[in-house]
């Protein structure tokens, strides 16, 4: 769920876009009217915000990577900036939800303000996690319920159909908050797991090997398995969120029941979440981390963000076993990925902290020590300059050897290494 955020700009431009965190596939055409008109010019470099993490433009995701770096660090016991938590608390919209970024958040939001569940969906689970915000997070759960959908799901933008990854992160965000996801019903009587068990793959699905995964969105009828809808659907299936915590029970994981051990999938949300990582586990064998074809590609690539959810997820359900493989190649393989990314970083962290690996010695980085690089020092941290393989800023030399090593490490990756905080799905 971290490259979530370009699927937004798509969406503006009235585009179907079918697709996950960090690939997203697009059917259909622009508008006519979109279509003859010339790209804009570029424009100004965008302005970031003091409180903020990163320093990428912000548009499409800052929300949701404020909310995975502070999340991330209170996990590992890092106390965030006072002005990073206000940043986020600020970003809220009066009704409760939150846009994916809100350049000027003096402004009240309008009618024209695009919401964004899944923004709104981390938020919760950080500012939950964080304490001390119960009234903020109670008027987002409150918005999150006034815009699901009359299947029971909710969609990316209010008012668009459902579809499992956005379903998903609300039902987590739900749970994190401390509500009943199965009690949470649409206008039509419709509940929250009904809206997600419409998108996994059953017994009937061929082939085989996809039974238990889950559609972002049916395609012309059709469900087609999605791994980042999948690991995000185990999660709201456990009624777990992104921050878990070591299992004590390792097992691996198992392919969906079949027959069904009820005929209503939605009754039994842990058998939703068991389909989920059966298939995760077997998609992960084959190369020991999750592929897409990315826009512009024809030939499918590492897909580092949805590896590290795959992880996350199976952690979830106690199988790490099933995950250690993924878990070794995120190691050796996702400096590049996570490199001034605080969604990819905060990423990898939550997936070390489910695992039992140690973030601050991830594959030769410390990984908390380069989340706290993106954004305002921590409260009690050493002020000195950090750099972002989070170490101390060294004389020249010794930079400029990390340089070098960093440079090989992305000619030995490809070009089709996405630099980007995971979403999308993230979306993304």
Not at 324 to 332: D, P, R, S, T, V
């Amino acid at each position: 769920m971290n490259v979530r955020r370009s699927a937004a700009a798509l969406a503006a431009s009235a585009v179907l876009c079918v697709g996950a965190a960090s690939a997203v596939l697009c059917v259909g055409a622009a508008p006519a009217a979109l279509a003859d008109t010339a790209p804009p010019s570029p424009s100004a470099p965008p302005v970031i915000p003091s409180g903020l993490y990163g320093k990428n433009d912000p548009t499409y995701d800052g929300v949701w990577r404020q909310s995975f770096a502070l999340l991330a660090q209170h996990t590992v016991g890092v106390k965030p900036a006072k002005a990073a938590v206000d940043w986020l608390v600020g970003q809220q919209c009066a009704n409760g939800g939150f846009a994916a970024f809100r350049a000027d958040a003096s402004a009240a939001c309008e009618a024209t303000t695009m919401f964004d569940t899944n923004a709104t969906a981390a938020a919760v689970q950080a500012l939950k996690t964080l304490g001390g915000q119960d009234a903020a997070v109670k008027k987002s759960t409150d918005w999150l319920k006034s815009v699901q959908n009359e299947d029971g799901g909710w969609s990316y933008v209010p008012g668009s159909p459902s579809d499992a990854n956005s379903t998903a992160l609300v039902i987590s965000a739900l749970a994190v908050a401390g509500d009943k996801p199965a009690e949470v019903k649409s206008k039509a009587g419709k509940s929250a797991y009904q809206g997600l068990a419409a998108f996994q793959l059953g017994c009937a699905a061929e082939p085989a090997g996809d039974r238990g995964a889950f559609a972002y969105q049916p395609l012309d009828g059709k469900l087609t398995a999605n791994a980042d809808a999948t690991a995000a659907a185990a999660l709201a299936g456990l009624g777990q969120g992104s921050a878990v915590a070591l299992s004590a029970s390792d097992t691996p994981a198992t392919p969906l029941t079949c027959p069904p051990a009820s005929a209503d999938a939605a009754a039994d949300p842990a058998a939703l979440a068991q389909g989920a990582t059966g298939y995760l586990a077997e998609a992960l064998k084959k190369d020991g981390h999750l592929t897409a074809v990315t826009p512009g590609a024809d030939q499918p690539t590492p897909d580092t963000g949805n590896t590290a959810d795959a992880v996350i997820a199976l952690a979830a359900a106690g199988h790490k076993q099933s995950a250690a493989g993924a878990l070794e190649w995120l190691k050796g393989n996702s400096a590049q990925w996570a490199q001034g990314n605080p969604a990819g970083l905060g990423t990898l962290i939550l997936a070390a902290h489910a695992t039992g690996a140690d973030p601050k010695s991830f594959g030769g980085t410390d990984l908390v020590a380069a989340l706290n690089a993106t954004g305002p020092a921590p409260q009690g941290a050493d002020s000195s300059a950090t750099s972002v393989d989070g170490k101390k800023d060294k004389p020249s030399g010794g930079q400029n050897i990390w340089w070098i090593v960093l440079a090989g490490a992305a000619a030995g990756m490809g070009i089709g290494i996405l630099l980007s905080g995971r979403r999308k799905k993230n979306r993304l």
